[in-house]
């Protein structure tokens, strides 16, 4: 598209720019090259993107069958994007763009390396109802002196082709910085003023599309890793004088097939939250090594924590239902073996019919 | 607590906040995850991973509420002890329990219990999580009654963790602290419950119930969204599958014949990628962040390409024929209507017979090399597109399936999928007589690299 408008620009430029045999050129030609048609082309360029319904160019456009594989897949993704319009809006002012600077390129050369003569014909108008209309056009760069039209410059370059003149040649080439302006004013700048907003339009489109939105969402959650875990040992022998703390209210009789387990009543102590005061209190004030029994399911909570920062010996996760003890399960056990890493003088004892 | 915000709409609504609260590793950040949709939420075996309050917003197109994730009880024997010392009278409980959270020395003994507790008088709504699958124990009554003294309005969950063994035990001792009890698995509640649940809070708290509604109805929009969004990457997905081919300049046939296997290897490798990354679109469409996606661990044909379970997720081989005859038949509709009807429906007739031969004589081919001259000399070597008439509907199959499975999932579940070719031909069947004509018809230009304008609208039904 942008060779395709580089080229129309050249040639077309060239073509009215070379002028006759003795280089005279329409300056009206050029108004309507570098004025009217840019003008009409931006407005429908503009109008194309409003409304959603009639025909679609860009459709009808990428339907032709001049596209290799890669160019149509592209423009089945814009229309999958629903950017086919933004899509061809883009195409369209950089080809503009692109036919600006080629026109550009041209009158450049052509002002250095030939006598362009400016002169205007009509059989309808005169000076003074053209300098209006010339005024109007050259509102936009007002600042600019010598690019402004004027009656003398319009009444000495009124030209017929009957006639030969040419006798003050400088005067004929006045119009060429008005054409310049011209040029840059209807032609360039809006073009790129344009595309600039047609591709910002296009990107933030393009951003809120759907699937963009998605991935944009995908890259914002990365996987969490999982963490590992240091556990402690578990040990399977008791020694032989060792207490036994029902922590957590098990029925006596369910530890009865636990041989290694002195149940005696004088080798029970009773603490945490279903204990009375006195029995804290009790098991509180004893020095000596104690096996504390606790729910395998429910997880260590920080009143153990702080009752067993004053003591020493062994944890026993128990689980059970109707039918009696069955061995606790593996991510209950990890649990209280990872929550008694932490602390020294602790261990966790399973007895083997249980492991 | 300001207690109300306006919404888009301009309506005044009341400010809705839930602190999930209970022992440790009962499915309090589950629950927390399932409700606000958010698989981000860190959910661990390890207990006490939550050691702060956190507040997850739920945000919907006019409403919302906030579900504050809390660290479990720790030491509620102790707290209670505390309370007790400091309410003499029933009517002193709620600033017993404010005192207890300002309390700079039970902040520092108590801090689980001080974050757990700061919500609550703030004004945010209870939440009391158990695990249903473990007998009740009466060393949860201290913390239930601390809860009871905030004075806040309050609902139990039984979650049944493994099973629901110890569910009536616990509905016994719950119905005794709180007005509401729920069994709700955070895993497994489909959509439904969920909306219930919040509905629920309307009875405790009438002067919630408008801001409680226009979230049920946002979230049921969200779905219907959610449904159309997913309709939206398939319709692009099956399009860019169907249509897609690679290519490699060639000199000479014999070259062609060399690159076929790397070309091959690269197309069905994109054809993959292209079905993956729809995939994981799939899963952000409904907020799935967290799962690590495989598809050859999935029970889901590992393999786009392996024909012989195509029949399984596509259409069999009498419905493929039905559809392609039903598709040939209408393009040859077209011809005897732009004929004035001269033809003597032989477009129509004629149609149907093409479509029907080349699907049962078609219907084992996959995508073939071709060789193409060049303007400039030399040939192009192109494999792809597949030319099978069952490869949309495959596709299709595959996808839908997917999509239901993950519509449905839990944000608390990180399990891996597991997933089973079943019902999509039944699923084609039950659809209206029109818009299955109008899947075949589809399927049947986008196998001829035809674009389809409504794709999205013709699949969606099958979501």
Redo the contacts between chains.
Sequence with gaps: MVVLGAALGLILSWGVLSGDQHGRVNLLYLLFLYVLLPIASLLISLVSLLGRKGINLARLLIALPLWSAQQQSLFRKTRQLNLHKHWLLLQSQAAALAFSCASLLVFFVLLLATDINFVWRSTLLDATDLLPFLNTIALPWGFWERAQPSLVLLQATQDSRLLISGVDATRYAGWWQFILASQLYYSLLPRALVLVVARLSFIHQARQDLESRLQQEIIRHPITPSKSHVLAPVVTELPSAIAINNWCGVALSLLKPLTELDLRAENLLVAGPLATQEQQASAESWHGEQLVVVKAWEPPLGELLDFLQHGRGYLLPLDWDETGLKPPRPSHLQEWQRFVSQLPQWRIFLPQQLG | MADIFTATTGITLEKVIFAVVG???KGKSSIVSTLSQDD?I?I?????TTKKATCYQVKTARSGYELVDTP???????VMAWLNQHAPTANLRAQAVSAFVADPQCQQQFP?EVELLTPLIKGAAILYVV?GS?PY???YE?EMEILRWTGRPSMALINPIESEQYVAEWERALTQYFKIVRVFNPMTADFTRQIELLQAFTYLTPNWAGTLNTLSEDLQQQRITQKA?SA??LS?LV?DLC???E?QKVLNQQQAKIIQPALEKKYKSWMQARENQAI??LF??Y?H??I?IDLSQLDFPPDLFDLDKWYAWGLTKQQLVSAAALAGAAAGVTLDIALAGHSLMLGAIGGGLAGFGSAWFGADRLAQLKLHGLPLGGYEACFGPIKNRNFPYVVIGRFIHLSRQISERNHANRGQLSLAATDFQQKVISLEKSTQKALHQACDKLIKQQ?VDDLQTILLPLL
């Excluded at chain 2, 479990?72 to 102790?78: C, E, L, V, Y």
């Design positions: 022992h440790p590793n981000s860190n661990s075996g390890d207990s006490g479990g009880f720790q030491r509620p024997t102790k689980d695990d473990r124990g009466a060393e201290a969004n939206m990457i692009r399009e249509f897609h081919r290519s994981r679109e952000a469409n907020q962040f967290q690590k674009t």
